[in-house]
């Protein structure tokens, strides 16, 4: 039989040839008919860039693309780029944008911008007339070149103007770290980058190391990043030899990825939390975690991204980036969000990336397939009422903080009394918002804490008003309570 083989592997591969010659000429006469009796000329490079070979891949699944020259030439770019800002932190609100923080040695504190300004218009674009979405994408976008901004300063009659011309920042990937109760630390990390690791560390240094009794790792909101980043943040919880992820293929060899055999993890209580825009590198992390029983999972199910992009250069300055392979789980589970197949014919492994869709941990507890990670336990954000929403939309939080800073000095220990709960009812009764007693009554405590965050937003900066944030974070408060009995329980097997 085994000199027969070479023989038949030559049918199929004359066979397979012989059917792609005649794919081809197919496409060809068509284009042929094409230009040579279409009602309008037909450019080669329209009918081929922008619709066969898209077209192809459209089938296949909705992140494979080709770049034709110009776009290809960006991706470059964007891949040796750096990011450029101004410095500052500012609030979002529709039509409204109103400066919380601004850090020194910025082109936003150099040009004597300050907390509680309200940014009218920026490249004479009236922020008023614009959508959030729009808003969002003017901001983005300003970053990119020197903008021009008319300021409206409370106090102040007459409006200012600024230019900024952005500059180089770094944006560390761990956002905040900060002790979120006695002895408990809290990370939140916001992308997986080449320091995205080495930070997480110096950050549960800087918290108290080992001494640490808990921490929750915030993973909310991230949309991942680099595979190295994951893989070195959970070899700091995982034994040395654990598996965090495999790598699947039709034409890519089979890879896992272990923790190293040096590391030396950390053993304190974990809690991680994700929700529906956690994706790619954060969908691996919590997913090792969740499969050694290492970390309970909180939140809301992750995004589902867990595809391996490769990009192929093409002839003409072109590219492709085309889905290669698949990413899974120690216990087996893709993390990809299985396609809708009517939609990607072509991409049977990617529409299909689980057989099963019950795994299990290594204390054999059950957790489901099917793409995306599944929290242990599902938390949701709360629901926003119709007060709170009034209060949200109209900018009062920010815009009495802003007040009340003018005239003030805050130190940590600034509380919200009674007669400045009295003062801000009376300013949302000018602003046309009033509230009835049992509206009021029910959202006190949200009232509190808003009021508190924004004040030390603007005073203390955002890391203090985060701080103060999370102690009306239904999800954080979740963690913290797991990680508690954890704790618990293991003083008892003491």
Known sequence: MVRFFPAVLLLAVTAFAEDLDKQVKRLVD???LVEQNAAD??????????????????????HS???DPPQFEQLKRLETS???????VVSVLPGRVIVLQTFPGTPSAKSGMSPGDEILSVNNYRLDRLDMEQLVGLLQQSKQQPAHLVIRRPGNLRLLEFTLTPEEMQSPSVERAFLVKSGIGYLRVSSFDEKTGAQIKEAIESLGGRKLKGL???????????LTAAVETVSLFLEPGRPILTVRGRAVPQKEEKVPADAQPYDFPLATLING???SASEIVAGALQDHDRAFIVGEPSFGK???QSVFPLADSTGLALTTALYYTPSGRSIQKPFDPSQFELGATAAHPNVKSEFRTDKGRLVRGGGGIMPDEVVYPPNVSRFKAAMEGSGAFPSFATGYAQKHEVTERFEITPSLLDDFHGYLA???IQPSLAEWSSDLDFIRNRLKTEIFNQTLGVAKGDEVEAQRDPQIQRALELISGRMNTASVER
């Open 306 to 308: 867990g595809l391996v």
């Open 30 to 32: 068509a284009y042929a």
């Open 82 to 88: 750096t990011q450029k800002g101004f410095g500052s």
């Open 430 to 432: 000018e602003h046309g």
């Open 277 to 279: 825009k956690s994706a």
């Open 65 to 67: 693309v080709f770049f």
């Open 41 to 62: 000329p037909v450019s080669s490079e329209q009918a081929f860039y922008q619709g066969a070979i898209p077209g192809m891949l459209r089938r296949l699944d909705p």
């Open 216 to 226: 929750v790792l915030d993973l909310r909101n991230n949309p991942g990043g680099m």
